[in-house]
């Protein structure tokens, strides 16, 4: 559950508050609404169409588990898919 905060707090530009507190208000979101919902906000900003289906799914039914659980996934999906096209922008550097 940690990590998955640090995740959260990471892509919601707070991460390196997060590391200097153990006991924060970062390490909320997966009991606290209204820090769950500022991060669901930020999703919706930066999804692209389609990938917040399953965070909508687990918003109808309000269980703060499961959206939090979604919220997380979408995150590592956005993080991974950001550096694999950061990557394809770098120049390569080999030379024959």
Do not use: R
């Not at 940690?2 to 924060?24: D, P």
């Not at 009991?31 to 500022?38: A, F, Q, V």
């Amino acid at each position: 559950m940690e990590q998955n905060n640090k995740i959260i707090a990471e892509f919601m530009g707070v991460g390196k508050h997060y590391e200097a507190q153990s006991s924060n208000m970062f390490n909320q979101y997966h009991t606290d609404w209204n820090k769950l919902i500022s991060v669901i906000h930020k999703c919706f900003d930066v999804a692209n169409d389609g990938a917040m289906a399953d965070i909508m799914h687990h918003l109808q039914v309000a269980e703060i588990g499961d959206t939090y659980d979604a919220v997380v996934e979408f995150i590592k999906e956005y993080n991974f898919l950001n550096e694999v096209e950061d990557n394809l922008h770098k120049p390569n550097n080999y030379k024959l």
